[in-house]
């Protein structure tokens, strides 16, 4: 086998070695030949001429020896590979041109699908990943398809299913670290001691988990992710056994995670610093229900997930007739961990990559179409070589040999631009996309470049030596450069390129378009508040056993009141939730007999509790009655205020204010609270526009966990210092779980629209500048095509202007064949990107419109050069060089 | 009486090549002067041939070539069985004794 392979490399690069041995092998022959004639009597003559014609040709059986080297296709190629080098080399301006244009289009697709491979593609980072589902429970009566899980029935699922290998169960937390210097806030899982060896993990140090870990009566446990254990404790090797407070209860540390572990479902990626075991308590286990837990389950090896649901569906069954007060009604439902992960960024990368490949089909085009019309140039080479022997199919070979080579070259540049642009791209991509951190530019990458590479060389060869190979002998040796039904087929091809071209740019461009307006409504709408120069703190307080709620408010009111006198402060409120950051809780009121809403069935309103001056500090306008005073305090008679959506919506054409709604309808804490003002609309979030909403005093409705707001004199992030010190002057243990600015609240809105804009932009803007190329190369080479009819249209008369018309003509009517048709391609594709718009339609007229104008501009500016050029053409020379 | 010669069956100079390789390594012209001799004339193998067999042989990996000086001391190209030409000179052998076999077979009922 080596041995052949040897032989083949031989005759591949030792090719003049190999005829020399060849010639003497059969000059060798012929000689033995001679002497043995001679022996047997002949004069030397006789001998050369008898030993000749019993050889029989000693060209035909050199030749024949060369075939069975079994080489002759690769030989071919090499020699091709050679031929269209030097070609190539001869024009390296048309080279390096279609390397670059080849390069950017392979490098943009290639990178897309670095990221598209990573998060979609590759298997997750666990054992038998394939294998891992999540189950659920389903709630039909609500339409509730995933409703997270009680301990209680996970450990029935464990115990009466047979479709899983293993189950394991899990749920996002957050604790409160405070025994270090900086108290904080931290997210975590809490998990069955199982979790790790379920995903195939393992720990870099100590241990993972244990059964006993669960036990109700262990001692708490904790294991640490290595980013923590590497920003918490300073890599520190003896972390092990050490313990750490978290919600004031210390937990031993028993083990850090590996640094590549990577928890990819259920929270933000990266986020999750500690796990703890899900303690087995007695009570934990009787509770049944709807619970915060996911469940995650590996299937038996050929279990299919549909066997697993009928199953998971029985089981269900059983459970609503053993425990009919917690599980009537409820059945199970079970999802591939894969899909749950990916499913919701899939459409997004995958239409992205699809405009990507639209980036790389117009600079295939661009790419044809100057081989087309080098191939003009071409034919007389072409049609002497087809003349010579060379049969069709040889010379489709050399011209795709040839393209093949500009796409290699173009694909190993694109492979250098991918690793920049990914450097660029993967910080863009929004933080919802989940699995980013796991991208890399891997040989996956490597080896679809090269697949991209030989698809591109093929859709930017294969039409041009096609073409080229139907050459005309007679015609094309006549007349090489003016074979005119050769030079009419290839203005065709070449013009239905350029239409191609510009229709596939309109669609990126409409679709840059879209984003960019949907982005300016963004930054425009007004959400009702007054969002500059504020800075926004998240507390929320310990809350312990038989505390007051009242207490609470002595810590709201010294924190305010420190924060009032910080020097710049010029205004604090506090307010519970965030508007624009979280959505308003919701309550379930009661409303007077003559509201719109019926009163004997409670309706669900948004509601907030703020600090008095909270409508003052953020601009909330009064409409009617008054805001809340001093006189509204916890002895008083409660009092609401509402916003607009809600006075009008409930009280059409009546004074809402004077009202009384009964707050907490149908719960325990009902209350009744009369109506004292109403205010303007604020958005609940950016994208989202008010909800019929009510406000609490904070003195009258306590709140645990509250967001400070305060205006500063300056940008509110130079005060993040001053905020820390000031909680911890307050209570050293006391942690900040959340300092940030309303315009960081702000820009998390603008993360994705932008991320969008950015890569159809700069999409669009090469597609662009890659239409404009292939409209003038076109035109451009026509108009060289064409000299001697210009120049008989001059000679008849023709004015510089005529000339212009003429070419300037010829050019648009591609470009608006190309708008028209990629008009149509943009109305039906634009709707992919229908989720990502923000209050524009996908077929906004003006943006339509101005893509629309743009591109026939710049296909103008496109057409004047060689229009002009056109002009200048002087028609004694041009009818002389006939 | 002349002999009667016969032009070679498709497929049997292969075999004619490496079963004369066995007894030793030897250069082309050598060849087709063994199979010629050791036939007694009946088999005379075409120089138009050989050569193109050699070099298929060789591309096959069957037998191996290498320069050498000739017996009146020239530069010649010897061949040799490879092991895995000595493999199919087996399998070869085999076959055909099976093919001339069965054709005797049939010959002998007529």
């Given amino acids: ?882 | 009486m002349k002999k009667t010669q016969t032009d070679l069956l498709q497929g049997t100079l292969d075999l004619l090549v490496l079963k004369t390789l066995q007894s030793g390594p030897t250069h082309g012209w050598d060849i087709a002067q063994r199979i010629q001799q050791v036939s007694q004339d009946v088999l005379r193998v075409g120089q138009g041939s050989l050569y193109p067999a050699l070099h298929r042989l060789e591309a096959q990996g069957w037998i191996a070539s290498e320069w050498g000086a000739s017996e009146n001391n020239r530069k010649a190209k010897y061949y040799k069985l490879t092991a895995a030409g000595r493999k199919q000179l087996e399998a070869e052998t085999e076959t055909w004794r099976l093919f001339t076999g069965a054709v005797e077979l049939i010959l002998k009922t007529s």
Avoid at chain 1, 285 to 290: D, F, K, Q, T
Avoid at chain 1, 458 to 475: D, I, M, R
Avoid at chain 1, 513 to 533: A, E, Q
Avoid at chain 1, 627 to 636: I, K, L, P, Q, V
Wanted: aromatic share 8%; charged share 20%; hydrophobic share 45%.
């Fill in chain 1, 1 to 882: 086998m080596l041995n052949k392979l040897k032989l083949r490399l031989r005759a591949l690069f030792f090719k003049s070695k190999l005829e020399e041995e060849l010639d003497e092998e059969v000059r060798f022959h012929l000689e033995r030949e001679i002497e043995e004639n001679i022996a047997r009597g002949m004069t030397l003559e006789e001998a050369r001429y008898a030993a000749l014609r019993s050889f029989g040709g000693v060209e035909r059986v050199k030749e024949q020896s060369r075939d069975e080297r079994g080489i002759r296709f690769l030989e071919e190629v090499w020699q091709d590979l050679r031929f269209g080098a030097r070609m190539l080399l001869k024009q390296p301006g048309f080279a390096l041109i279609a390397v670059i244009t080849l390069a950017l289009g392979i490098g943009a697709v290639t990178a897309l699908f670095s990221v598209v491979d990573s998060v979609l593609l590759r298997p997750l980072p666990y054992l038998d990943a394939e294998r891992l589902v999540k189950v659920f429970e389903v709630d039909p009566k609500i339409r509730m398809n995933r409703r997270r899980i009680s301990l209680a029935d996970f450990y029935e699922w464990k115990n009466q299913s047979g479709s899983f290998e293993e189950m394991a169960v899990m749920v996002n937390i957050s604790r409160r670290v405070t025994d270090v210097s900086a108290p904080e806030v931290i997210e975590g899982n809490k998990v069955s001691a199982n979790f790790f060896s379920f995903l195939g993990s393992h720990a870099a140090m100590g241990r993972v988990f244990l059964p006993e870990d669960e036990k109700p009566d262990a001692e708490l446990v904790v294991v640490l992710s290595h980013q923590y254990w590497a920003t918490r404790f300073g890599s520190a090797p003896n972390v092990i056994g050490q313990k750490i407070k978290l919600d004031d209860k210390p937990h031993v540390i028993v083990g850090v995670l590996r640094e590549d572990f990577r928890q990819a479902f259920e929270g933000i990626p990266g986020r999750a610093q500690i796990w703890m075991p899900a303690a087995l308590t007695s009570e934990a286990l009787s509770r049944r229900g709807p619970g915060p837990y996911v469940a995650l389950a590996r299937l038996k090896t050929g279990v299919q997930v549909e066997q697993a649901r009928t199953e998971m569906a029985a089981i269900a069954e059983r459970l609503a007739q053993a425990y009919p007060a917690s599980n009537k009604g409820i059945g199970a439902a079970v999802y591939p961990l894969h899909e749950e992960v990916t499913g919701g960024s899939r459409q997004t990368l995958l239409t992205l990559l699809a405009a990507v490949g639209l980036v790389l089909l117009i600079a295939c085009a661009n790419v044809a179409s100057l081989l087309l019309a080098r191939s003009v140039e071409r034919s007389r080479e072409i049609a002497v070589r087809s003349a010579i022997g060379a049969g069709r199919w040889r010379i489709v070979r050399q011209l795709l040999t040839e393209s093949g080579l500009l796409a290699l070259v173009g694909g190993a540049f694109g492979l250098l631009l991918t690793m920049w642009m990914l450097a660029g791209l993967v910080p863009l991509i929004p933080r919802d996309v989940p699995r980013t951190n796991e991208i890399t530019l891997d040989y996956r990458a490597m080896l679809f470049t090269l697949a991209v590479a030989m698809l591109s060389s093929l859709l930017c060869g294969l039409a041009p030596a096609l073409q080229t190979a139907k050459v005309n002998l007679s015609e094309a040796l006549k007349d090489a450069a003016r074979s005119a039904s050769a030079s009419r087929r290839n203005r065709v091809w070449r013009g239905s390129l350029v239409v191609w071209q510009v229709a596939l740019t309109m669609v990126l461009l409409v679709g840059a378009g879209l984003l960019t307006n949907s982005l300016i409504r963004l930054y425009r709408t007004d959400p009702g508040l007054d969002t500059r120069n504020l800075l926004a703190m998240s507390i929320g307080l310990p809350g312990a056993k038989g505390e007051v709620p009242q207490k609470w408010n002595v810590f709201w009111k010294s924190l305010a009141d420190r924060a009032h006198n910080l020097p710049g402060a010029q205004g604090v409120a506090l307010v519970a939730p965030l508007p624009l950051n979280d959505s308003p809780y919701m309550m379930n009121v009661g409303f007077p007999t003559g509201a719109a809403a019926n009163s004997d069935q409670p309706t669900l309103v948004g509601h907030y509790t703020v600090s008095h001056d909270y409508f003052r500090l953020l601009g909330v306008g009064l409409r009617q009655g008054r805001y809340f005073t001093d006189d509204d305090n916890a002895g008083s008679q409660p009092v609401i205020i509402v916003n607009e959506s809600l006075a009008r919506g409930y009280f059409p054409g009546q004074e809402a204010v004077g009202k009384a709604l009964i707050l907490d309808r149908g719960t325990k804490d009902e209350k009744a609270a009369t109506i004292v003002g109403v205010v303007a609309d604020s958005r609940v979030r950016l994208d989202r526009k008010a909800l019929p909403s009510l406000y609490l005093s904070m003195v009258q409705f306590p709140a645990s966990s509250m967001y400070m707001v305060a205006r500063t004199a300056t940008d509110p992030a130079s005060y993040f210092g001053a905020m820390r010190n000031l909680v911890s002057s307050l209570d050293r243990n006391q942690p900040i779980s959340y300092l940030t600015t309303m315009d960081e609240i702000w820009s998390n809105y603008t993360v994705r629209p932008r991320f969008y804009l950015s890569l159809f932009g700069s999409l669009s803007a090469l597609a662009l500048l890659l239409a404009a190329a292939g409209i003038y190369g076109t035109l451009s080479h026509t108009v060289s095509q064409r000299t001697h009819e210009i120049g008989v249209h001059r000679a008849l008369g023709a004015q510089d202007g005529d000339v212009l018309r003429m070419v300037v003509r010829q050019g648009m009517i591609l470009a608006a064949l190309g708008v028209t048709a990629g008009l149509g391609a943009a109305l039906a594709l634009t709707r992919l990107m229908r989720e990502w718009l923000y209050e524009v339609s996908v077929a906004d007229p003006a943006t339509f419109g101005i893509a629309t104008g743009l591109l026939i501009l710049i296909a103008l500016c496109a057409c004047y050069a060689p229009a002009r050029r056109a002009t200048k053409i002087d028609p004694m020379i041009a009818l002389r060089c006939e």
